[in-house]
């Protein structure tokens, strides 16, 4: 039985790679109960896709149920290098997206509870080359 799980969980991961190849598809949800593995899988989702030269970055923020923009901002930033100097969300977030927009960035946000605005959080989705990797637990939170 660990085969068939081994085997699913492969596929899977072909799914989200194919998808993060497509130029068409910019935003991927992966959801399903807690404990199944999603954080587990989309970091390995992450992994590959950077040693296929898929983007530039891989970023990994991790919202969770009361989301805090600020925290999730610093998670990403840290990861690019980036120091902020502005001290409001919007003023991080304006820096986020200039250090982010026209680069090929793979941005995972894991435990994602309810609708998220990207644009509060400084994630360049309207650019060419960023795209979103989510996690969830609530199949709504994908569409």
């Known amino acids: 039985e660990d085969f068939v799980?081994?085997?699913s969980r492969k596929s899977t991961m072909n799914q989200i790679t194919d998808a993060l190849k497509d130029?068409?598809?910019?935003?991927?949800?992966?959801?399903?109960?807690?404990?199944?593995?999603?954080t587990v899988l989309v970091k390995q989702v992450g992994k590959k896709a950077k040693e296929l030269k898929l983007f530039d970055e891989?970023?990994?923020?991790?919202v969770s149920e009361t989301p805090n923009l600020r925290q999730v901002q610093?998670?990403?930033?840290?990861?690019?290098?980036?120091?902020f100097n502005e001290e409001s969300e919007t003023g991080r977030a304006r820096r986020l997206y200039t250090r982010m927009k026209n680069r090929r960035i793979?941005?995972?946000?894991?435990?994602?509870?309810a609708r998220l605005d990207?644009?509060?959080?400084?994630?360049?989705l309207d650019q060419k080359g960023c795209k979103l990797l989510l996690t969830t637990r609530h199949e709504h939170v994908c569409n």
């Open 5 to 7: 799980d081994f085997e």
């Open 118 to 124: 990207l644009e509060a959080l400084g994630i360049p």
């Open 23 to 38: 130029d068409e598809i910019i935003i991927i949800g992966v959801y399903g109960m807690s404990g199944v593995g999603k």
């Open 106 to 113: 793979l941005v995972i946000l894991d435990d994602i509870w």
């Open 58 to 62: 891989v970023v990994v923020g991790v």
């Open 74 to 83: 610093g998670q990403i930033a840290d990861m690019l290098g980036l120091k």
